[in-house]
Nanobody, 114 residues
Framework: QVQLVESGGGLAQAGGSLRLSCAAS????????MGWYRQAPGKQRELVAT??????NYLDSVKGRFTISRDNAKDTVYLQMNSLKPEDTAVYYC?????????WGQGTQVTVSS
């Protein structure tokens, strides 16, 4: 089965940086649309960033601060998070789409202190 394994979450100070990684297996990574979502307690899961066909898109509140990138040779997608704010605190989930199916990682906690 498809597996998405995330790493890189943790605690950061406001204004600091973190880089999340998501390693995929069981899929043809180079043909996939990849993305990152996040969910804070009591809130809906929201799309943070996507990468597909060389095009990237971002949630308005993270534009200019977050960057999604991918290394197809390593089957890995990254989310570089700079200028972190307390409102970025959430569980971040890796997401992959292949054809008509989609897959989720287990989530990794990001906590930003003020």
């Amino acid at each position: 089965q498809v597996q998405l394994v995330e790493s890189g979450g943790g605690l950061a100070q406001a204004g600091g940086s973190l880089r999340l990684s998501c390693a995929a297996s069981g899929i043809i990574f180079s043909t996939n649309a990849m993305g990152w979502y996040r969910q804070a307690p009591g809130k809906q899961r929201e799309l943070v960033a996507t990468s597909s066909g060389g095009i990237t898109n971002y949630l308005d509140s993270v534009k200019g601060r977050f960057t999604i990138s991918r290394d197809n040779a390593k089957d890995t997608v990254y989310l570089q998070m700079n200028s972190l704010k307390p409102e970025d605190t959430a569980v971040y989930y890796c997401h992959a789409v292949q054809g008509l199916r989609d897959y989720w990682g287990q989530g990794t906690q990001v906590t930003v202190s003020s």
